[in-house]
């Protein structure tokens, strides 16, 4: 979180669960936010372009400072009652700051670096100064605001340099520097009261916002295209994908996570993890979105091996995310969830070669396997009851 609020502020454990619309509005914010962070790497993944490991290091670097303002900001609202002004106004600061970073995000790593950390920056150091202006809580936030300090200058002076790697690497580290901040603040305030429910729905609402960022790109798609059948199935495709990954994500983990952090015995700890596995699904499912603009636009054109990291990597991403989730929530893996892993990665040397469009329902009949798999194995039986391990 980075910023502690005070005593007087703080929320009963058993607070409101739902979001306030202030909250909603700033998350609508990262609606297109996730839809530039879209464009640019479906720009990286676009026909006869060379795709360079840099560039999707740095859209995902710029996707990650989204995510950590986003994650801060909903980590301090579980703590914190939202309608208090003095929270009001920091939240506030984290919308002026992602409204000018998602604009900016196009060009975010290269000319309009200065101005993507500058906003970044400036609503860090912005909700801490405001927090010891105010005094809030008994614990003055000066260590905080030292360690914010501390990445501003690193974020500061790797949009100034130049080179791009050593702006690549300053972020990095930088980066590191907030989010080790983050967790450590996390597990200080570990006995103090959060509404866990309430963080739950809020991790479950930034997914849904991502599976209809998924949703536009697919039909932005069909809009631009020649609006043939091979199009038109793919977009078809990616409607159903789009719903395989809502189904898989909420049977049943992602429908139980508010019972789950009741039942945590660490709740702040167990929102560090699951802020860890949301990170790679809704990461997963952004780059599912442009492996779906990519078959849609180009259904049966000459085959990208690049391609294959958006096609097929969006799903596998998105995997990789759900099977610590289950843990999370249940104790346990599914078998199904690295089955699934295992089916995607030997996709990659038979879909070398085949049409965008095959390699998309290739993709998508892992998912429908899985989900299968779900259904099958709950079919008679109760629900199970979370059970975290933290």
């Given at each position: 979180?980075?910023?502690?609020?005070?005593?007087?502020?703080?929320?009963?454990?058993?607070?409101?669960?739902?979001?306030?619309?202030?909250?909603?509005?700033f998350?609508?914010?990262?609606?297109?936010?996730?839809?530039?962070?879209?464009?640019?790497?479906?720009k990286?993944?676009?026909?006869?372009?060379?795709?360079?490991?840099?560039?999707?290091?740095?859209?995902?670097?710029?996707?990650?400072?989204?995510?950590?303002?986003?994650?801060?900001?909903?980590?301090?609202?579980?703590?914190?009652?939202?309608?208090?002004?003095?929270?009001?106004?920091?939240?506030?600061?984290?919308?002026?700051?992602?409204v000018?970073?998602?604009?900016?995000?196009?060009?975010?790593?290269?000319?309009?670096?200065?101005?993507?950390?500058?906003?970044?920056?400036?609503?860090?150091?912005?909700?801490?100064?405001?927090?010891?202006?105010?005094?809030?809580?008994?614990?003055?936030p000066?260590?905080?605001?030292v360690?914010?300090?501390?990445?501003?200058?690193?974020?500061?002076?790797?949009?100034?340099?130049?080179?791009?790697?050593?702006?690549?690497v300053?972020?990095?580290?930088?980066?590191?520097?907030?989010?080790?901040?983050y967790?450590?603040?996390?597990?200080?305030?570990?006995?103090g009261?959060?509404?866990?429910?309430?963080?739950?729905?809020?991790?479950?609402?930034?997914?849904?916002?991502?599976?209809g960022?998924?949703i536009?790109?697919?039909?932005r798609?069909?809009?631009?295209?020649?609006?043939?059948?091979?199009?038109?199935?793919?977009?078809?495709?990616?409607?159903?994908?789009?719903?395989l990954?809502?189904?898989i994500?909420?049977?049943?983990?992602g429908?139980?996570?508010?019972?789950?952090?009741?039942?945590?015995?660490?709740?702040?700890?167990?929102?560090?993890?699951?802020?860890g596995?949301h990170?790679l699904?809704?990461?997963?499912?952004?780059?599912?979105?442009?492996?779906?603009?990519?078959?849609?636009?180009?259904p049966?054109?000459?085959?990208?091996?690049?391609?294959?990291?958006?096609?097929?990597?969006g799903?596998?991403?998105?995997?990789?995310?759900?099977?610590?989730?289950?843990?999370?929530?249940?104790?346990?893996?599914?078998r199904?969830r690295?089955?699934?892993?295992?089916?995607?990665?030997?996709?990659?040397?038979?879909?070398?070669?085949?049409?965008?469009?095959a390699?998309?329902?290739?993709?998508?009949?892992?998912?429908?396997?899985?989900?299968?798999?779900?259904?099958?194995?709950?079919?008679?039986?109760?629900?199970?009851?979370?059970?975290?391990?933290?």
């Open positions: 979180m980075g910023e502690p609020g005070g005593e007087r502020l703080m929320r009963e454990e058993a607070s409101w669960r739902r979001a306030s619309f202030l909250e909603l509005f998350d609508l914010v990262f609606v297109f936010a996730l839809n530039q962070i879209s464009l640019r790497l479906i990286d993944f676009s026909t006869g372009h060379q795709l360079r490991f840099g560039e999707l290091a740095a859209t995902f670097l710029l996707f990650l400072m989204l995510w950590t303002l986003w994650l801060t900001t909903v980590t301090l609202t579980s703590r914190l009652h939202p309608d208090a002004l003095p929270v009001q106004i920091m939240v506030f600061l984290a919308v002026a700051g992602a000018v970073m998602a604009v900016a995000v196009a060009q975010g790593f290269e000319q309009r670096a200065l101005v993507f950390a500058a906003a970044y920056v400036a609503s860090r150091i912005g909700r801490v100064l405001l927090a010891l202006i105010l005094r809030l809580g008994q614990r003055a000066i260590p905080v605001l360690s914010v300090s501390a990445s501003a200058v690193l974020w500061i002076v790797g949009a100034l340099v130049d080179d791009l790697l050593v702006r690549g300053l972020w990095a580290l930088a980066l590191a520097i907030d989010y080790g901040g967790a450590l603040s996390v597990r200080r305030t570990a006995g009261p959060i509404a866990g429910e309430h963080l739950a729905e809020r991790f479950q609402q930034f997914y849904l916002i991502t599976l960022e998924a536009f790109v697919s039909g798609a069909l809009t631009n295209s020649d609006f043939g059948i091979p199009h038109a199935a793919g977009f078809g495709l990616a409607i159903v994908t789009t719903v990954l809502w189904r994500y909420f049977y049943r983990a429908l139980t996570l508010p019972i789950a952090f009741t039942r945590a015995r660490n709740p702040a700890r167990e929102s560090l993890a699951v802020a596995s990170l699904m809704i990461a997963g499912v952004v780059l599912a979105g442009v492996g779906f603009e990519l078959y849609i636009v180009e049966l054109g000459r085959p990208e091996p690049q391609w294959l990291i958006a096609i097929l990597g799903s596998a991403l998105f995997l990789a995310g759900r099977a610590p989730f289950e843990l999370q929530v249940f104790g346990r893996i599914s199904s690295l089955a699934g892993l295992l089916a995607l990665g030997l996709l990659i040397p038979a879909t070398w070669y085949a049409p965008p469009l390699t998309g329902a290739a993709a998508t009949v892992v998912l429908v396997g899985i989900a299968a798999s779900d259904a099958w194995r709950a079919r008679g039986r109760a629900p199970e009851p979370p059970a975290p391990r933290i």
